[in-house]
């Protein structure tokens, strides 16, 4: 099973439906759109692979962080609703061991790392970043 396939198997566990569509508003790839209790998660067709996947992630992680209506919440709601699903997509796809180690042996080139962890490198470059923030990692 490749990882966005038990992505795929993960979020019907979680009750969501897993669709690729380009009819998403510019500037957006992925998204949660909730009927009821049915929950859809769409994401962007024609991604690459590695971009699928992180999305594919991402929107899981709003599964668990809320998917209410952004409208009814205030911006400081949102941009930590956001965080909290950043925050669990790097837990998923990027644990502080593994990228350390990877980057370890690529130097510290973000590029690479995320070509060999099959991610994209705007994730690797924010997981960096969340792990030195975090204290996980040292400063350097
Ligand atoms: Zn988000």
Do not use: F
Not at 93 to 122: F, W, Y
Request: with cysteine; glycine share 10%.
């Amino acid at each position: 099973m490749t990882i966005y396939e038990a992505l795929q198997q993960s979020a019907h566990d979680a009750g969501a439906k897993v669709v690729e569509d380009d009819a998403l508003p510019d500037g957006t790839d992925g998204l949660v759109v909730c009927h009821g209790r049915r929950k859809t998660i769409i994401v962007r067709k024609g991604l690459s692979a590695a971009a699928r996947k992180c999305i594919l992630a991402h929107e899981i992680a709003h599964l668990s962080t809320g998917t209410g209506d952004m409208r009814a919440m205030s911006a400081l709601a949102i941009v930590k609703q956001e965080q909290r699903a950043i925050a669990l997509t790097i837990g998923s796809l990027l644990p502080a061991k593994r990228l350390a180690s990877v980057l370890n042996v690529c130097n510290g080139n973000p590029q690479i790392a995320a070509e060999e962890l099959g991610v994209t490198e705007d994730l690797v470059e924010c997981a960096i970043k969340y792990y030195r923030r975090k204290g996980v990692w040292g400063i350097g």
